[in-house]
């Protein structure tokens, strides 16, 4: 097996510039970019008979980065999350999901192989052959058994384009219906999602890829800076009907980026304005560390009180249920739902029914209806997901207490691999990081 040495320096395309970095960025990308980052981005591509099979990176090379890198050499990975900023080294000890995750699973499933530093300072390799119990139980543990210094990927080929199909439908009956057929039946597509608008509006999305756009008429290059919000253009198919478009592939896989899912909408609310995007659309979105760094405490207080951003996995068969409770609650929209397989490994996430299943990620962003008690509300919801035997993605302020989160994550192997590897003393638990009382 040989390799070849990738820096994914992503060249500045005006779609993710800091208002305040702009100096830095200059220095970056025009007189080069220090060794140090070099070093620490590095991505290396594994071959086997002249053709990439996985590639082996540091975990603080991003989403961005990495498909700028592969999708000009014909490759990707199996899962690539929406958001530019997104580490490896995040999704791997937190989560991540995306549009094809009905076929390959969380991000943690296309993952072969992880190297760990462990609390004595030594340097453990661990895959499902190799120390597999270590394997198995860094996912969803937040940096908590060690610190991940690198990451083997299992890649793919990929194509120019994505094809993707837009199905509007009336009713959380038939959003559900449709999302369920297409992420379940026996050749799906290889991108299924779906926008919910209302309690009667949805937009269910197909897509898979290819290597053509014959009619140049349906290319919409949707990344660029001046189109409109992604989510936006999808809620235009409500009124015109069922279409079908073809977008570049780094396009499709970033389409979230611009408006951070919908959140721009509440940062600047005349941000998809024709003349706003225009003038200024190069300079969307602002990086998410800026704007907390920006946050007074005022401003983030209010955020906490009147805001909420939840990523709830519930199985598919209880979507609709769910989505109905979360319209009782919260009434946010559009809320996010993209399904996802789930084996049943090792490890923190294990099915109730001790086999493979198909699950589905709720993802709700936005100002809830009033009256809104963001302690109280979010504990209402982590009941109904415990009750369903779902979980909640841990990015989010958890409210639950210590045997109510150990009642929903399986923490058996987890705990017994704190005490193998003398854990205790020199990390906390994952409790401890996400819950927002026990971290206070």
């Known amino acids: 097996m040989t390799g070849l040495s990738v820096k994914p320096d992503e060249p500045l395309t005006g779609i993710s510039v800091d208002y305040l970095y702009i100096i830095y960025l200059y220095i970056i990308y025009i007189q080069g970019v220090p060794e140090f980052i070099h070093y620490r981005n590095t991505l290396y591509l594994h071959y086997q008979l002249e053709h990439p099979v996985c590639y082996r990176c540091e975990p603080l090379v991003s989403m961005g980065q990495l498909s700028h890198t592969l999708n000009r050499l014909g490759w990707t990975i199996p899962i690539l999350p929406e958001l530019d900023d997104l580490t490896v080294g995040g999704l791997v000890m937190g989560t991540g999901i995306e549009t094809s995750s009905h076929i390959y699973g969380l991000f943690q499933h296309i993952c072969q192989e992880f190297e760990v530093v462990t609390a004595d300072g030594s340097v453990v ?5 190799e120390n597999s119990d270590l394997f198995y139980a860094l996912p969803w543990s937040y940096g908590t058994l060690g610190f991940l210094v690198s990451v083997k990927i299992k890649i793919i080929p990929c194509k120019r384009f994505v094809k993707l199909d837009y199905h509007p439908v009336y009713s959380l009956d038939k959003a559900m219906e449709l999302l369920t057929f297409e992420s379940t039946r026996e050749i799906p597509a290889e991108f299924v999602e779906c926008l919910v608008f ?3 509006k949805a937009v269910v999305m197909t897509g898979n890829m ?24 999808v809620e235009g198919f409500l009124d015109s009907g069922p279409g079908s478009e073809v977008i570049p592939i780094r396009d499709y896989y970033h389409r979230h980026s611009r408006s951070i899912f919908w959140e721009m909408q509440d940062i600047i609310p005349f941000g998809n304005n024709v003349v706003f995007r225009y003038l200024f659309g190069w300079l969307i979105p602002p990086k998410v560390s800026l704007l907390k760094w920006t ?17 709830m996995l519930v199985p598919i068969k209880d979507g609709l249920k769910s989505l109905e409770f979360f319209h009782d609650e919260v ?5 996010w739902l993209c399904p996802f397989r789930l084996p049943d490994n090792p490890g923190m996430l294990r099915t109730s029914t001790g086999k493979e299943e198909m699950y589905l990620d709720i993802g709700v ?36 207490t210590k045997a109510e989160f150990e009642a929903m994550f399986d923490h058996t192997l987890y705990k017994e691999m704190r005490t193998r590897y003398k854990c205790e003393k020199a990390f906390p638990e994952t409790y401890e990081k996400v819950n927002k009382k026990a971290r206070a």
């Open 198 to 200: 209302s309690k009667d």
């Open 365 to 400: 962003y936005g100002v809830p209806k009033e009256p809104f008690d963001c302690g109280k509300t979010i504990r209402r919801i982590e009941a109904f997901v415990k009750k369903v035997n779902g979980f909640q993605m841990l990015y989010a302020d958890s409210y639950m």
């Open 210 to 233: 290819t290597d053509s756009c014959e009619n140049l008429d349906r290319l919409n290059e949707i990344g660029t800076w001046h189109k409109p919000w992604f989510f936006k253009h």
């Open 331 to 335: 009434a946010v929209y559009p809320i």
């Open 295 to 311: 946050q007074g405490k005022a401003i983030k207080k209010l955020y906490e009180e009147h805001h909420v951003i939840q990523d």
């Open 125 to 129: 390799t661990c895959s499902e052959k």
